[in-house]
């Protein structure tokens, strides 16, 4: 990210507690989601940079982050960390990592970053626990499913009751047939261009996840098709992308 905006980006790495938001803590978690929509000719030199910023992260055993990194197929890099708060977002907690590095080196790094891309994009999604679907706990990053298929439905704010309703009878209806299929509901949050809903399904591989859904598919039958054609006619925009998990960039201390 620019240097300018370090202070946006130092947000979403933010290390908190899965606390309460707007009084929803079982409810809801929100996150702070910063993009990089990186140039193609420029991919091998921004995970080169990746790759030292964590390194870095690694050898100062930094306390204050904890983080995720996701990359999608339209070259779009997502950096994720939960927030607990608004007034979270002025916390400058690179200030040890600066110490550590030394305010040259750091600086350096980032420029470097800088030329990889001219489009960066800050926003928040909310992790909403009750529409989404994994009867074993819910994790964003399932052990040995890395790909990812994040799927995209737009609708208008007026209708945000019926899509919520309709959201809960597919949970009801996985929840009831026994469903293997496991997703996370995310809900667009401040920084967002209209309302959505985001779904986030893990698999082994694209190969794998083709085989799910056909799965997924036949155990739920033609009830499936009318409660998702219901969630369908909803919608104003539907769009859906494939990524991976990227766990070399990733920091924690956890």
Same mark, same amino acid.
């Given at each position: 990210m620019k240097i300018q905006k370090l202070t946006l980006f130092i947000t979403l790495l933010l290390v908190l507690p899965i606390g309460a938001i707007h009084g929803q803590s079982e409810k809801s978690q929100a996150f702070w989601v910063h993009e990089d929509v990186v140039k193609p000719s420029m991919i091998a030199e921004y995970e080169a940079v990746c790759s030292e910023f964590t390194a870095n992260l690694k050898k100062h055993n930094i306390p204050e982050m904890d983080f995720i990194v996701t990359n999608t197929n339209d070259?779009?890099?997502?950096?994720?960390?939960?927030?607990?708060?608004m007034a979270q977002l002025d916390k400058p907690i690179f200030t040890t990592l600066v110490e550590k590095m030394g305010e040259q080196a750091f600086e350096a790094l980032f420029e470097r970053m800088n030329k990889c891309y001219d489009?960066?994009?800050?926003?928040? /999604?909310? /992790?909403?626990?009750?529409?989404?679907?994994?009867?074993?706990?819910?994790?964003?990053?399932?052990?040995g499913q890395n790909y990812r298929k994040f799927h995209y439905f737009n609708y208008a704010?007026?209708?945000?009751?019926?899509?919520?309703?309709?959201?809960?009878?597919?949970?009801? /209806?996985?929840? !009831?047939?026994?469903?293997?299929?496991?997703?996370?509901?995310? !809900?667009?949050?401040?920084?967002?261009?209209?309302?959505? /809903?985001?779904?986030?399904?893990?698999?082994e591989s694209a190969k794998d996840y083709a085989s799910e859904i056909e799965s997924n598919n036949e155990l739920l039958g033609e009830e499936w098709l009318e409660t998702y054609n219901a969630f369908l006619g909803m919608m104003i925009k539907v769009e859906s992308v494939e990524g991976r998990m990227r766990p070399e960039f990733a920091y924690s201390q956890k």
């Open positions: 070259n779009r890099y997502l950096w994720v960390g939960p927030i607990d708060n489009i960066e994009h800050d926003y928040i /999604l909310n /992790l909403d626990r009750e529409l989404s679907y994994m009867p074993g706990g819910i994790t964003q990053t399932p052990e704010p007026a209708d945000v009751d019926k899509v919520r309703a309709q959201s809960k009878a597919i949970k009801e /209806l996985f929840e !009831r047939k026994g469903s293997k299929m496991e997703y996370r509901v995310y !809900r667009s949050g401040f920084g967002n261009r209209g309302e959505y /809903l985001m779904v986030a399904i893990a698999a």
